[in-house]
């Protein structure tokens, strides 16, 4: 099947859905439509293009195939008919993966809900493959654990190497970064993540570093600049560290980090802002290289 006969037979799927429509008139007179769907939520997609009673009940091929048009990008279905095989081929890949108003609301927000024109094509072609590629491949996170492997060692080390920025859909995230996972809301450093390979197919992904509590993957991270504080900040931190864990400690303590086993004076200590903290927190002479805290510094 080329890809016009596909699109043309995705206008008669729709046509089918729309015909399962049965009616429900509430008590108050409100209309409510329901489908029994199997290839588009029809009632969804109605909702989300603002389809008045009278339209929704207007079912025919001409109407399904003008929202098979809107949903891919195009004005009317003669545009769509006339496109480009570039463009059908787009039009094509979409309608695949397109099912309810919520598939249309990804790919707007991640395209900037754009003109599908001869020129853009091929480069949104490419994307939407990378896009849906992606989407794919983190959906092992959600497998049953008994279905994926926790690589280690010079696997895990391997699979973390071939991780470029390239895999970050905006380009800034770096196996260096400090992180924030929006999925369990919880910050650490990027090289601290699992990878998971899928133990039937050869796909690995990088996922949080609480996996399997929690399912998040990359593309949940948010990257984080943690900032090391100076001057007053810097002074009233260590000053409260003091008072509130370490009461036996002052300015001129030796301390003897448990982290990276060096040895420094209190007063030498970082302090660093987090951006997922309300205050700033005391860290290791040597952090970013040590992530040690205040926690991990004992009196010599
Ligand atoms: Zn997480
Ligand atoms: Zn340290």
Redesign the pocket.
């Known amino acids: 099947m080329n890809h016009i006969e596909f699109i043309r037979k995705q206008a008669k799927n729709f046509l089918k859905d729309w015909q399962t429509q049965t009616k429900t008139v509430e008590s108050d007179g409100y209309i409510s439509y329901h489908y029994d769907w199997k290839f588009y939520d029809v009632g969804d997609l109605f909702f989300y293009f603002e389809l008045d009673d009278k339209d929704e009940q207007n079912y025919s091929l001409g109407h399904a195939q003008h929202y098979i048009a809107q949903m891919v990008g195009f004005k009317k279905w003669d545009d769509l008919t006339n496109a480009s095989e570039k463009e059908l081929e787009l039009a094509e890949f979409l309608l695949r993966h397109f099912k309810d108003a919520q598939d249309l609301q990804q790919w707007e927000e991640v395209t900037g809900d754009p003109h599908i024109t001869p020129d853009n094509a091929e480069e949104l072609l490419d994307y939407a493959q990378y896009f849906y590629g992606l989407q794919e491949i983190q959906s092992i996170a959600y497998l049953p654990v008994d279905e994926v492997t926790i690589l280690s060692g010079k696997q895990k080390a391997n699979e973390m190497k071939q991780f470029d920025a390239e895999h970050a859909p905006n380009r800034s995230m770096r196996k260096d970064s400090y992180i924030f ?6 910050a650490y450093n990027f090289n601290q993540s699992k990878v998971i390979k899928s133990n039937t197919k050869n796909i690995t992904m990088v996922v ?4 399997p ?4 993957t990359y593309l ?1 991270y948010k990257v984080l600049s943690p900032t090391i504080m100076y001057k007053e900040s810097r002074q009233a931190a260590l000053e409260k560290g003091i008072h509130s864990f370490k009461t036996h400690f002052t300015m001129d303590t030796k301390v003897h980090c448990i982290h990276c086993g060096k040895e420094y004076l209190y007063r030498e200590a970082n302090v660093v802002q987090f951006p997922d903290n309300d205050e700033p927190l005391v860290y290791c002479k040597h952090y970013p290289e040590c992530n040690g805290s205040l926690i991990d510094m004992m009196e010599v």
Do not use: F, H, S, V
């Open positions: 996972c929006t999925r369990c809301n919880k949080c570093k609480n996996y509590d929690c399912r998040g949940d």
